[in-house]
């Protein structure tokens, strides 16, 4: 490894960028979608940034190397490290447990050892490639281990973590065998971001009962120990948001719109198309949507004429057990929906078990009519904030769980508690029956909200909390570098 040394380092389990062969069979790197990449990018080509992450492949040993303005360093991850780290220790013990446990957490120890020693990984590359003082954002439930480890390693950094899942109440956090371990972890950081207030109060309550340190929100006390001074950690909530810009100039395109034409004339021009849009997860609620949407068809209070749901479902952690069985319930219930209510020219549900490019879900998104998020529990919901960057036209309804992190910003969306069939119903049927004055009014304001904190918003409100932590910390190693990042970070275009 090159000893070239930065000042700003992103990590991520996964890189922003994924490998691509070619059919002549050179690897390329093509930027993955998503968020984060968006967000950072500025940022990151501003402050001679490195990101730190897997590059998607097992077994892959790559050199460090550049990839437009940006440093990429990749982390290997065995055949083993996947099963045990990722599909087991991420995927299958810490995802259903910040989920308020909707599945069954597995605990195994080989699988908390693998966790151990990739999150070592992770910190000792990280603090490879860190000039002096220099300022690092950790990112998500894969790497709370990295922020103790790297402190550890390099107390002249400043760290940085955000968690995009929920973190759960203490009643459901304390199940975890290694509490401790991932409360101390995350306590390695200046700065923990939630997506909700009601996250960070969770993670500070852990805190109170597993180690008994004073907080006060957003400050938590963590007393001098050994050879480590005492430290004040914040610990609060910066809700993720989406390109908004970006996303409605993408609906506004007249390709998409033609798209937009093109489905709903391919689906038999229903009069409502109701939409869902969700990685193909149990915390998703597809089967409640399923059943609600199924019931308004056996009752008569929808005709498989008048009503499409279009769900995509992306393919998603295929080789974890608890998802192979929901895709097979899904799938079936879908089955029989289609069986009993379908006709030769309507199907009741379109369901689509793919991914596709970001143009055809913004198509999907403006021929929508309505968008149906049952989720049981989830950080933010992306989706409901990109439906709403679509709707330039101040039309569609959302429907939105109240248990996702989108519903505290997002109050005048039809409010549901997914649990609760005939409440979703209702909503289902309000949505389709909602005068046009209504819908434009309740789109408007879901509008004004998403423009106000879009990710650029959020990247910089981080920063910034991360950039007055060092500054209250009293450090003196790296103060130039932070002042360099200051100043990108004002600088970045607001969307
Ligand atoms: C986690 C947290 C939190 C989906 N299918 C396709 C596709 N997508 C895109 C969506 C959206 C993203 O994936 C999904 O984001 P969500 O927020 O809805 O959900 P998670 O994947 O569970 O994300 C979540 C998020 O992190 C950010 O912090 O909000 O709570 O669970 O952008 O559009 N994109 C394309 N094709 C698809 O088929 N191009």
């Known amino acids: 490894m090159s000893d070239e040394r930065y000042d700003f380092i992103v990590a991520s389990n996964r890189l922003p960028v994924d490998r691509v062969i070619d059919d002549d069979g050179t690897a390329s790197w093509r930027r993955s979608p998503g968020g984060l990449v968006t967000a950072l ?20 040993e790559l050199e460090p190397f550049d990839w437009d303005g940006v440093r990429i360093v990749p982390i290997k991850l065995s055949e083993d490290d996947l099963e045990k780290f990722y599909e087991g220790f991420c995927n299958d013990t810490l995802w259903p447990l ?21 999150n070592q990984r992770f910190a000792n590359a990280i603090a490879a490639v860190s000039s002096q003082g220099a300022t690092v954002w950790v990112h998500d439930y894969q790497l709370q281990l990295v922020p103790r480890m790297l402190r550890q390693a390099r107390p002249d950094l400043t760290i940085g973590f955000f968690n995009h899942i929920p973190f759960p109440a203490y009643g459901i956090f304390s199940q975890l065998p290694w509490r401790v371990q991932i409360i101390e972890g995350l306590l390695g950081a200046d700065v923990i971001g939630f997506q909700r207030v009601a996250d960070a109060g969770n993670f500070s309550r852990a805190v109170r009962r597993l180690l008994g340190y004073s907080t006060k929100s957003p400050v938590i006390e963590v007393p001098h120990r050994g050879a480590h001074p005492a430290r004040r950690v914040i610990a609060r909530a910066f809700p993720i948001s989406i390109d908004v810009a970006g996303f409605e100039h993408l609906a506004r395109s007249p390709e998409v719109q033609a798209r937009a034409r093109q489905i ?5 021009n229903p009069k409502t198309i109701v939409l869902g849009v969700d990685r193909l997860d149990y915390t998703k609620g597809i089967g409640h949507r399923l059943k609600a ?8 209070r929808l005709k498989v004429e008048d009503v499409t749901l279009v769900q995509v479902a992306s393919p998603s952690r295929e080789r974890v057990e608890t998802y192979r069985q929901l895709r097979d319930e899904i799938e079936q219930t879908v089955g029989r929906i289609n069986g009993d209510y379908g006709t030769i020219s309507h199907q009741a549900v379109s369901y689509l078990h793919h991914g596709f490019p970001r143009e055809e879900m913004a198509a999907l998104y403006v021929a ?8 049981l529990r989830d950080g933010m919901n992306l989706v409901a904030k990109e439906y709403v960057a679509a709707r330039f036209d101040d039309d569609g309804v959302l429907v939105l769980s109240e248990f996702t992190g989108a519903s ?28 046009r004055a209504e819908r434009r009014k309740r789109m408007r304001a879901l509008r004004k909200r998403v423009r106000e904190n879009d990710v650029t918003h959020w990247s910089e409100s981080f920063l910034r909390a991360l950039a007055e932590a060092r500054r209250r910390a009293g450090e003196t190693g790296g103060i130039d570098a932070l002042g360099e990042l200051e100043w990108t970070v004002d600088r970045a275009p607001r969307a």
């Open 41 to 60: 990018e500025p940022v990151m080509r501003d402050a001679d940034g490195a990101w730190v992450g897997w590059g998607g492949q097992a077994d892959l």
């Open 98 to 118: 910040y989920h308020d446990v909707i599945a069954p957490p597995h605990y195994h120890r080989v699988w908390w050892d693998s966790y151990v020693s990739v």
């Open 264 to 268: 709903r004339e391919d689906l038999g």
């Open 293 to 300: 949407f199924g019931e308004l068809l056996a009752e008569g």
């Open 368 to 375: 929508a009519d309505v968008l149906l998020v049952t989720a």
């Open 408 to 435: 505290d910003e997002l109050r005048t969306a039809l409010l549901i508690n997914p649990h609760d069939i005939d409440g979703v119903k209702d909503a289902v049927m309000r949505a389709i029956e909602m005068p």
